[in-house]
C-alpha cells in the first residue's frame, strides 16, 4: 500500500512521517559498497544482533502475556511469533553464512542464484511474521498505563521489526542484484 494512502487511513499527517523518515535515513550510515564488506557488516549488525536480541524478547513476551493475561489488549500469541521467526531466522543465517556468502566472496555468479530465489521466498515469510507482530502490538503501542516491561517487549519488537526490515533491503535490493545479473 502505497505510504499516503497508509497515512491518509490512519489520519497521520504524511509531512511528518516524511520528515521522520529522512531524519532516520540521514542517521543510518551507508552501506559499505565492497561486497566482503557488506556482506561482514549484515553479520555482524543484523546476524548477530538478531541472535543476542531474540531470546531475551521471547522472555519478556512469556512474562507480559503471563502477568497481564486478563487484559485486553495483552499480545497473546506474541510470544510464540517470536519463537517462530527465531527458529526461521536461525535456520535461515545459518544458510547464509554456511552456503550463500561463502560462494558470493568467491564471486560465484551463476551458482547463487538458485539459493538467491530461496532466501528471497524466506524473506517474504519473515515479511509476514512482521506483518503479525504489527497486528498483535497494535503497532507497537502499549496501552495506556502499560508496566515498563510491556513498554519495553514493544520497543525492542519494534526495533526487532526495523532491524529485519532493513536486514532484508539490504539483501534483496543491494547484495543479491550483483549476483543476479540485474
Known sequence: MPLAEAASRKNIDLDGIMSELASLAAERPAAPQDTADLITHIVSSYHDVHRAELPELIKLSKRVE??????????R??????????DNLLQ????EEMILFPAMQRGMQGLACGPIAVMRHEHDEHA??????????????PPAGACRSWQALYQGVDKLMADLTEHMHL?????????EGR
Open 92 to 95: 535461515h543465517m545459518k544458510k
Open 66 to 75: 503471563a502477568v497481564h493475561r486478563d487484559h485486553a489488549d495483552v499480545p
Open 171 to 179: 539483501e534483496n535490493n543491494v547484495l543479491f542484484p550483483r549476483f
Open 77 to 86: 500469541g506474541l510470544a510464540e511469533i517470536l519463537e517462530g521467526a527465531f
Open 128 to 141: 509476514q511474521s512482521i506483518k503479525r507482530m504489527q497486528e498483535i502490538t497494535n503497532d507497537c503501542r
